[in-house]
Every structure is written in C-alpha cells, then in structure tokens.
C-alpha cells in the first residue's frame, strides 16, 4: 500500500474548506483592523501624519480587502451564508473606519 501525496496547492485549499475558510478570513480581517486601530492611535498620540498614518492605512486597507476574501471562499464553497457574511462584514468595517477616522480627526 502506499501513501497518498497531497501536493501543497490541494492542502491549502482543502485547510480554507468550508466554514473553516470562511472564520478564517473574518478572523483575519478582525486582526488586521486592530492592528491598523493600534497604528491610528500611535499617530494621534504623537500626531504624526506619517509613518503611522500611512500604516494605519495599509492595514484598514488589507482588513478590507479580506472582507472581500470572504466573499470568494463562501461563494467557492457554495455556502450562501458565508457569501453574505462578506459584505456585511465589509460594510460594518466601513462604517467602523469612518468612526475612528472622525474621531481621529476630531482630536
């Protein structure tokens, strides 16, 4: 008997598989908007425009475009719940960003 080889390409995608993929990408995109919310309070704290700014944008921007990610993998793995959680998610970021930057700018 010998062994099945799985080639990294199939394993990538069998690891994003389902729900799993899904919680996945809204974990990461969670992540990636606190970190830019960590980076946005460095540059209010030192009211630096940039190097925090620029990296709060950047991280805002991935936290996004992982929203987006969402999207992909629940419609790829045909689960229309998942599909959905996508765009809300992205919706609910936009909503959070314009918040912070506003307060950003108030300060």
């Known amino acids: 008997m010998g062994r099945d080889v799985i080639a990294p390409h199939e394993f990538s995608v069998g690891a994003l598989e389902g729900w799993h993929g899904v919680l996945l990408g809204l974990f990461g995109s969670a992540v990636l908007l606190l ?54 998610l992205f919706c609910l970021e936009v909503w959070v960003l314009h918040h912070w930057w506003r307060k950003a700018d108030s300060i």
């Open 35 to 88: 970190s830019g919310r960590q980076d946005l309070n460095k540059a209010r704290r030192q009211k630096l425009e940039t190097p925090f700014g620029l990296l709060a944008f950047f991280w805002f921007s991935l936290a996004l475009f992982s929203a987006g990610a969402v999207v992909w993998l629940g419609v790829g793995a045909r689960m229309w719940g998942g599909a959905l959680l996508g765009p809300t």
